[in-house]
């Protein structure tokens, strides 16, 4: 069975920045699989579009621009955020607002997002909200464990059960 519009993927693959020489940014291994539902929206369009027609038991090996992965960091993504955002009934926790943390944000529609603390100023925290891998090209290398028809109710909800 080949890799197409709705069928259930499983993979196990390494992520490094750059090109096959670069940083390991994640290694995901047979006893806990990557599984996602192919052409659901769920994954970047260009990811798909380089396993798309796989089989199972299929290596791969590719690299994203980072156009096709996150983008490029933006200076527009780095804000200056009242400190007293970080508080919970006027108190901020302890160790929470240290440069290098990654806060869990929400914002007035819901939508939620990480932010990286950049500064910590006396009124302020300047917070960076880019992806992590904004600005890199991503290689992936690989290989296909399993691929199946899914379900009909994976389709309806759009990911694997």
């Known amino acids: 069975m ?24 994640e290694t995901v291994e047979k006893d806990k699989p990557f599984v996602f539902l192919y052409g659901a929206g769920s994954m970047l369009p260009k990811f798909e579009e380089n396993l798309k027609e796989l089989k199972t038991g299929d290596n791969f ?7 096709d992965a996150y983008g490029l960091a933006s200076e ?26 990654v806060i869990p944000m929400q914002n ?3 939508q939620k997002f990480n932010g990286v603390i950049v500064e910590v100023k006396d009124d302020a925290v300047t917070m960076d909200f880019n992806h992590p891998l904004a600005g890199d090209n991503l290689y992936f290398s690989g290989n296909v464990i399993e691929v199946r028809e899914a379900t009909k109710e994976e389709i309806e909800h759009g990911h694997v059960h």
């Open 2 to 25: 080949t890799i197409s519009n709705d069928k259930v993927v499983t993979l196990v693959y390494q992520l490094k920045v750059d090109d096959k020489n670069g940083d390991i940014v």
């Open 61 to 67: 090996e590719f690299t994203l621009q980072c156009e």
């Open 76 to 101: 527009e993504a780095v804000m200056d955020l009242p400190k007293n955002t970080f508080e919970v009934e006027g108190e901020t926790e302890e160790g929470l607002l240290e440069e290098g943390n």
């Open 108 to 110: 007035n529609e819901g």
